[in-house]
């Protein structure tokens, strides 16, 4: 095979963070000669940077992986062109015709099941290419091996324990590098693994078994679920490029069409969008949610054919053209003071312009499907109600800054923070002074059944008109009990974990030493006291 006379290049491209940084600079200043080290590298080393030069293939993927997994992000990519492969013959010899290759890569070809927002589950059911057991009156040579080791990869596999898999690939790999069936396998491998923890809400590590599987080979499939994997962690300038990249490639994957929509979306380009759905919902991308995500967005094409842009210095605002023009003043004129004072309290302040729509207040209703009592909603655009605006008004002020608080917690935990805590802290977002919403959430619980803080992880638009205001109050208390307790720098810390990937269970019991449990009793005891 041509890739076998290919030598490749590794090169760091950056890191997650200072301590991923520090382990893998103490990891390469301890890398083995035989592989290419000591690699003399330090804090201040501009990047990217070529790490090691020359290396065949498994080392290189080693290497790679064990970055990786010091939290480095890396490239390995070959030195010299590689010719294309040869067609493979139409009788293909017995032992390429694996039964693990094949049915691996079949089962990684199968289409995603747009209506959950998961992918399909890969076929279970693996078989081995040879025995496992070693031949009567002869020695266990590395031929048997590496067939041990690829027969225990596809048993691990079918089992769900990818990381043994890949294991015992790597381990076959070092004692068959010129064999590129256990390549093919390792590739399909990562790619179940990925699978596995896009469906487990995981996609943060999903993406570094990609990266993995794609410094081996470049395939549609790999990048379609690379730029999935990124939307869906909010990385959106890299997801549309490896999305725009597998589409060029031949990949017909709907979530690929799906992910792009949703991207475009949060643009405000809403036509590419709803042409996105449209080719997603043509490659069979069907389900309630998918069908809604597709109406709202042609209901808010339909509701916004005239309407133009009118730009801050942070925000666009699109309004009827000819109409509203006065309220989008009054708006951009309170945005552009929530910029600072929202940001202030969140430590954050965006450097690309948000979206912001001024509706009728029927066409508001109705686009965004709300009940009446709804005085604004985000879901990658801040939309309002036009509502008469003519003037500054405490109400309006409290409004402008809760929606944008929305838009700073959303990015900050990748879209990830429960709802009582995505609420809570666009209450606290809006406060004038710290504190000052704390009579009005104790005169709004008081009496009241409270919630669990499970009750609060769906839309408060799913409850009952009288307990809506219960919820939000609740849910700012919460938010209080947290400021209170531990300070805005852990309110901060958590949702940063959320947003890596991590459950809000364990992110409490990492950033705030307590577990939910004992925080919600705690909480209950204070409202009740």
Not at 71 to 91: F, I, K, M, N
Not at 339 to 350: E, N, S, T, W
Not at 468 to 491: C, F, K, M, T
């Amino acid at each position: 095979m041509p890739l076998l006379e290919t030598t490749f290049e590794l090169s760091l491209l950056g890191y997650r963070n200072d301590l991923s940084r520090e382990r893998v600079i103490a990891f390469l200043r301890t890398l083995p000669a035989e592989l290419g080290g000591p690699v003399d590298i330090h804090r201040d080393t501009r990047l990217p940077t070529v790490l090691l030069r020359d290396l065949e293939q498994h080392v290189g993927l080693q290497i790679a992986a064990a970055l990786r997994e010091r939290g480095a992000q890396v490239s390995l990519r070959g030195c010299d062109e590689v010719p294309p492969p040869q067609p493979a013959p139409e009788t293909p010899p017995r032992r390429s015709a694996s039964p693990f290759a094949t049915t691996l890569l079949l089962a990684a070809a199968s289409a995603l099941l747009v209506a959950a927002n998961y992918l399909q589950p890969l076929a279970p059911a693996l078989a081995p290419i040879a025995s496992s057991g070693e031949v009567p009156g002869l020695r266990l040579d590395l031929a048997l091996q590496r067939h041990r080791l690829n027969d225990e990869a596809v048993n691990l596999n079918a089992a769900g324990e990818f990381e043994r898999a890949v294991e015992r690939l790597y381990s076959a790999i070092d004692s068959a590098p010129s064999e590129q069936v256990l390549y093919g396998n390792l590739v399909t491998v990562l790619r179940n693994w990925a699978v596995a923890e896009i469906n487990a809400g995981r996609p943060a590590e999903a993406i570094g078994h990609l990266l993995e599987a794609l410094d081996v080979r470049e395939d549609p499939a790999l990048l379609a679920l690379l730029g999935i994997a990124q939307e869906r962690i909010g990385d959106h300038h890299n997801a549309s490029e490896n999305l725009n990249r597998a589409l060029e490639l031949g990949s017909t994957d709907p979530m690929a069409y799906v992910a792009l929509g949703r991207i475009y979306r949060q643009q405000g380009d809403q036509q590419r969008a709803v042409a996105m759905l449209q080719r997603a919902r043509g490659l069979g991308a069907s389900g309630a949610d998918f069908d809604r995500m597709l109406e709202r967005l042609e209901r808010e094409l339909d509701a916004e054919w005239d309407f133009v842009d009118f730009d801050t210095a942070h925000f666009r605002i699109s309004f009827a053209q000819g109409e509203n023009r006065e309220a989008a003043e009054i708006v951009s004129q309170h945005l552009e003071d929530a910029y600072f004072a929202v940001g202030r309290k969140l430590d954050f302040y965006p450097d690309t312009p948000t979206d912001v729509v001024l509706y009728a207040s029927e066409d508001f209703h109705n686009v965004t499907q709300t009940p009446d009592w709804t005085g604004g909603v985000y879901d990658g655009r801040i939309k309002l109600p036009v509502r008469g605006i003519r003037g500054a008004s405490e109400l309006l002020q409290r409004t402008l800054r809760h929606e944008y608080g929305h838009v700073l917690i959303t990015k900050l935990s990748n879209g990830r923070a429960p709802v009582w805590l995505n609420e809570g802290l666009a209450i606290w977002a809006e406060e004038q002074s710290d504190g000052d919403r704390e009579d009005w959430a104790y005169s709004t619980i008081s009496g009241q059944r409270l919630f669990t803080l499970q009750e609060l992880v769906a839309p408060f638009t799913q409850l009952p008109a009288d307990r809506v205001q219960v919820a939000y109050a609740q849910s700012y208390l919460a938010v209080r009990q947290i400021l209170n307790e531990h300070g805005d720098r852990h309110v901060l810390a958590l949702l940063d974990e959320v947003g890596s990937g991590a459950s809000i269970a364990s992110a409490f019991e990492s950033e705030l030493a307590t577990t939910i449990a004992r925080f919600q009793a705690q909480l209950i005891r204070n409202l009740t006291s």
